[in-house]
Nanobody, 124 residues
Framework: QVQLVESGGRLVRAGDSLRLSCAASGRTFSSYALGWFRQAPGKEREFVAAISWSIGSTYYADSVKGRFTISRDNAKNTLYLQMNSLKPEDTAVYHC?????????????????WGQGTQVTVSS
């Protein structure tokens, strides 16, 4: 079992940058795919980015490609999401998740473990 705890969400202005962290405990990520999802008020959960822990392959949603970067620190068992050039439409609760897969996974049903989420609000 893996426990995931997100942090770093806050109120920022459009154009600002923010880095979210996801600390994991219980198991290592050596054989996991990890991802970030977000859910805005009145919207369905949306895929943001994913990474294979051991290989490092990444995949991004078109809406964030070129602005967001997903990465991991194996020693700290921590997943990151660097968000640059933030837009008001990026406002959402951001969740990190882990899947029992060696490669990237982009669908919510592929993920077994979820964090509680951290709120990111981007003002105009």
């Amino acid at each position: 079992q893996v426990q995931l705890v997100e942090s770093g969400g806050r109120l920022v202005r459009a154009g600002d940058s923010l880095r979210l962290s996801c600390a994991a405990s219980g198991r290592t990520f050596s054989s996991y795919a990890l991802g970030w999802f977000r859910q805005a008020p009145g919207k369905e959960r949306e895929f943001v980015a994913a990474i294979s822990w051991s290989i490092g392959s990444t995949y991004y949603a078109d809406s964030v490609k070129g602005r967001f970067t997903i990465s991991r620190d194996n020693a700290k068992n921590t997943l990151y999401l660097q968000m640059n050039s933030l837009k008001p439409e990026d406002t959402a609760v951001y969740h990190c998740a882990a899947a029992n897969a060696p490669y990237v996974a982009i669908y919510p049903h592929e993920y077994s473990y979820w964090g509680q989420g951290t709120q990111v609000t981007v003002s105009s």
